[in-house]
């Protein structure tokens, strides 16, 4: 049974950053393609980050590339997403996704497993 559990949201002001931590339990993070997307209010879902089973390879949105940064622990089995400069624009639920594919895709339907989100709020 594989599960992903996000945390790490809130309340930010704009030009803070926050962390996220993507825990993920039924298989191990090395062997997972892992990805963030997000979802803002009034907004469809959009891609964010991802990067391959090493970390090796990343792909980011145009809209936080520079800004964002995806990175992983094995050892705690744990994916990050760290979130620098934040604009309200930011502002969304933030979702976790893996893929048993060794790839960094933008494309939702490439990824077999989500988390339940977690909230990012940023104020101006």
């Known amino acids: 049974q594989v599960q992903l559990v996000e945390s790490g949201g809130g309340l930010a002001q704009a030009g803070a950053s926050l962390r996220l931590s993507c825990v993920l339990s039924?298989?191990?993070?090395?062997?997972?393609?892992m990805a963030w997307f997000r979802q803002g209010p009034g907004k469809e879902r959009e891609f964010v980050a991802a990067?391959?089973?090493?970390?090796?390879?990343?792909n980011y949105a145009l809209s936080v590339k520079g800004r964002f940064s995806i990175s992983r622990d094995n050892a705690k089995n744990t994916v990050y997403l760290q979130m620098n400069s934040l604009k309200p624009e930011d502002t969304g639920v933030y979702y976790c996704?893996?893929?048993?594919?060794?790839?960094?895709?933008?494309?939702?339907?490439?990824?077999?497993?989500w988390g339940q989100g977690t909230q990012v709020t940023v104020s101006s």
């Open positions: 990067s391959n089973w090493d970390g090796g390879r990343t």
């Open positions: 039924g298989r191990t993070i090395a062997t997972q393609s």
């Open positions: 996704a893996s893929s048993r594919v060794n790839m960094w895709s933008s494309v939702s339907s490439a990824y077999d497993y």
